[in-house]
């Protein structure tokens, strides 16, 4: 996949789960079924991790931001990685997106969320996801440009690593599939390093339940001064 498509396609995917979520905050489901709120939108090892000591609890020692312990978060691995490209790309729309994907996360992080206030979010970050997918279908993507894409990645290791198990998959494959598109230009000579570290990243991964964000986060830290 080549940077552009992948790019425009996290726009995309962006967008859709946006329209998503408001037309179930509004019932507006095809079988006329009131859910609310649907629990596919939220983050499924927020409770289905490993149990352990609360010393050894990395969610214990970093706290439950934006949300009372114990209610369940929402999913916002779409949007884990995919605001530092468009912040890169198109930061006005950027700056009001952050600023609604935050409203959302928000309300979803409560346990009966307001479903006018989240359609309301949730509708304007659609629409503005769709604008930086058209900014992103028009750029140029020179190799410095992917480059410094790789590069903002491992520099908010800590944030998308605290996003939980899902925002964390999304780093790894992005860094896969950004780093197969500028290897094979740039030929940097360490290109066997990043490999192996990149495909440390996905073994964190194997057991979701287990998953550690600070773990995770010492990883792709180390992948930064390796991005040549």
Known sequence: VGVREWSVGQAVQLGAAMERLTWRARSERFDKKD?????SELS?????????PAKDSWRQEHGYAG???????WNASRY???????????????????RQMLLVSDEMGKLSPDRNAVAAAASLAAALAQRIAERLATVSYEQAMVLRMLERIPDDAESIALADERGAEQAAMALDSLYIAYSRVAKPANAVAVRTAINGLFQQLENPSAY???????????????LQ
């Open 35 to 39: 859910i609310w709120p649907e629990y």
């Open 44 to 52: 499924c090892f927020a409770c289905h991790h490993a149990l352990g």
């Open 67 to 73: 949300r009372r312990p114990g209610d369940p978060a």
């Open 80 to 98: 884990a990685v995919f605001r530092l490209l468009a912040k890169q790309t198109d930061s006005a729309n950027a700056q009001e997106l952050d």
């Open 212 to 226: 550690n964000a600070d773990q995770f986060a010492s990883a792709l830290r180390r992948i930064r001064p390796l």
